[in-house]
């Protein structure tokens, strides 16, 4: 069963909550951000305490604003970053991060905060032998079922607290003891502001296989269309088969991994973002983040994504088609960026964000 909270209008602005914010353990927190996860508990973090909350960030090494006190390990490649993912551990390094997540349940039982916002994927944030005390924690569901996380959260029971999901679409796929509370990201649309707009298109994200870039370029190519790319190699062997070929003659450019304020003025001169995912996306906030510049988008109607968007001044695709994407992307370019900008101020502030999440804080606290 999933609800959707109720509109932030309705919702009333308690005093300061204490709130631990758990994150996950992969990447830091900080600018440019590894990926939209990394990019919503930051901007999150700061919306929280612009609200007049008191907020401990617990997050891996390097991260910015966050309690050193216990952090988290990260992931250490070596002498092998080659081998790097988003989703696989070199030996060891899984067990090191478990630990770590032990020890720091532990700590947030000690420390007694008014409420827990778990967005790790980590089962040991959870009850367990080796930390079964309470906890008043909301965990936001990110992403489609991980097995582990799902046994776990069925083992807890109603002590696993309550959870939140990114999209109805997410929310579908877990079974939990509570009601899901369906909690669409938020975008600060006091940083992503109105840009002049051009001619080329711009695909910016995580290079993995999963977000499909290299449908991107097929159907831009298609359309004659310039395409930048921005983001970081999320999976080497993808991006050396797929990427790096497509990158040899025509006007398609691989940008690197662009800091947050060159990446939002270049998403603002484009005239259209183009959005692939590959599977069942659970939010895109790439999508939203290049509506409040304006600039409008074309996407796969897939997963959340295809959700959120439907009756948005986006342009969908079929998933997968490159000729369907190539018509979206061109139908996209003459969707006026005015209403663009207008719709995400309107359905997808993190303000809204942030107002929705604390109303569930209490709910938590008085269960």
Not at 115 to 135: A, G, R
Not at 162 to 175: C, I, L, M, P
Not at 287 to 315: D, I, K, N
């Amino acid at each position: 069963m999933t609800v959707t909270v109720a509109s932030s209008a309705a919702i009333s602005r308690p005093a300061g909550l204490r709130i631990a914010f758990v994150a996950p353990a992969r990447y830091p927190i900080r600018e440019p951000y590894a990926g939209g996860l990394e990019a919503f508990c930051h901007t999150m973090v700061k919306a929280l305490r612009f609200e007049g909350h008191h907020v401990d960030l617990f997050a891996a090494k390097g991260s910015d604003g966050h309690c050193a006190e216990l952090e988290l390990p990260g992931v250490n490649w070596g002498a092998h970053p080659e081998e790097a993912s988003d989703t696989g551990y070199p030996p060891g390094e899984r067990e090191r991060e478990d630990r770590a997540f032990v020890r720091l349940r532990r700590l947030l039982v000690r420390r007694g905060y008014d409420v827990v916002h778990n967005n790790s994927l980590n089962p040991w944030i959870f009850p367990s032998e080796h930390s079964p005390d309470h906890l008043p924690m909301i965990t936001t569901l990110h992403t489609p079922v991980i097995d582990d996380l799902q046994r776990v959260i069925a083992r807890a029971g109603a002590e696993a607290g309550e959870f939140a999901a990114v999209s109805h679409a997410t929310a579908g796929q877990w079974r939990t003891p509570r009601p899901i509370q369906v909690i669409p990201n938020g975008v600060n649309v006091a940083e992503w502001t109105p840009g002049p707009g051009g001619t080329a298109a711009v695909w910016f994200g995580r290079l993995v296989p999963e977000k499909g870039p290299h449908l991107a370029i097929d159907a831009c190519r298609l359309l004659g269309v310039p395409l930048f790319l921005a983001g970081r190699k999320g999976d080497h062997a993808y991006f050396e088969a797929e990427i790096a070929p497509r990158l040899r003659g025509g006007n398609i450019r691989w940008l690197g991994e662009l800091s947050h304020a060159a990446l939002r003025s270049l998403v603002g001169a484009c005239a259209v973002t183009v959005v692939t995912p590959r599977w069942e996306e659970p939010f895109g906030l790439v999508a939203f983040e290049s509506m409040a510049c304006g600039t409008p988008v074309a996407a796969f109607a897939r997963g959340g994504l295809g959700e959120l968007l439907a009756g948005a001044p986006a342009r969908l695709a079929e998933p997968d088609d490159v000729m369907s994407l190539a018509r979206a992307i061109h139908a996209a370019m003459h969707v006026r960026r005015d209403r663009v900008r207008e719709w995400v101020v309107a359905n997808h502030s993190l303000v809204q964000t942030a107002r929705r999440y604390t109303q569930l804080y209490q709910e938590a606290i008085v269960t």
